[in-house]
C-alpha cells in the first residue's frame, strides 16, 4: 500500500494531467453528437475486431473435430457413390461403374514406406474393425495398395510401389486392359503391362482400375499416360502411368470391402473345378 502512496505521490502531476483530460473527453462526446458518433463506432469496431480474433482462436481449436466430421461424411458419401448404379463420370470413379455393395471404413495410415523395392503403409484399422487381407484401400483421388497382414488394431498395405503388387487395370477411354505394376524406378510412377496393341493409347488419357477382380470396383482413378512404348513382341504395350496420388503424403485413406466378395469367389472356384 506505502508503494501505491509514493507512486501517486510521486507522478501526481501526471495523474491529474490524465483525469482532467479524460473529464474533457467526456464533456467533449456528451456535448456533441458528432464526436459521440465517431466514439461510439471506434468502441464497437475495437469491440468488433477482439471479438473476431476470439471467434478465430475458438475455430482453430475446432479444426481437429471439424476434420472428423468432414471425414466421416466422405466416408458416407464414398460408400453411397460405390453402390448406386450409373454414378457421375469423375477421376475418382467412371460412369461405367455397375452396382455393387460395398463398405467403406475411413482410416489413417500410421507409417509409409515409398522409397524401397517392396513398400508397405501401416494403417490405424484392424481386426477389431473388421478388417482382412485382400481388401481394397484407396484415398480421395486414387488407389493405394491392398490390405496384406492385420493385427487387433493395426494392418499393412500392400502398396502400388512394390514389386509384388499386380492391380488389373485398364483405359478409361475403352475396355482394354492391363496389369498394374511398378519397376521400383520411382515414387510418382507406375506401369501398365499387357496392353494389347490394338487399344487406343494416348498421352494424357487416364488409367482405371479394371474391375475384373473382387478387391476393387471398376473405375477408380490410379493416373495419366506419362508415355508407352511397343514391347519386343510387337503384340503389347509398357504405359508409363503418373500417379494421380503422391504416394510420399498420404494421410486419410477409405479402405473397400465387397461384400459379395465370398459369394463371387465360391462361384468362381466351382467353375474350375
Partial sequence: MQQIFNFVIKNKTFLLFLLLLSIALALTIQSHSYHRSKFINSANGLTGGVYGIVNSIDKYFDLESENETLSEENRKLREQLFNIQNTTDSVFIDKTYSKGNYKVIKGEVFKNSYSRTNNYLTINKGKKDSIKQDLGVITSKGIVGIIDNTSKNYATV???????????????????????????????????????????????????????????????????????????????????????????????IYILENLDKKEIKDLENRSHE
Fill in 158 to 252: 500392400l502398396s502400388i510401389l512394390n514389386k509384388r503388387s499386380r492391380i488389373n487395370s485398364k483405359l478409361k477411354s475403352s475396355n482394354h486392359i492391363g496389369s498394374l505394376t511398378w519397376n521400383g524406378a520411382s515414387p510418382a510412377f507406375v506401369q501398365l503391362i499387357d496392353v494389347s496393341k490394338f487399344a487406343p493409347v494416348k498421352v494424357g488419357d487416364t488409367i482405371v482400375t479394371g474391375g475384373q477382380s473382387a478387391i476393387f470396383p471398376k473405375g477408380i482413378g490410379i493416373g495419366t499416360i506419362d508415355s508407352f512404348v511397343t514391347d519386343i513382341s510387337g503384340d503389347t504395350y509398357t504405359i508409363q502411368v503418373k500417379l494421380f496420388n503422391d504416394m510420399t503424403n498420404i494421410g486419410t
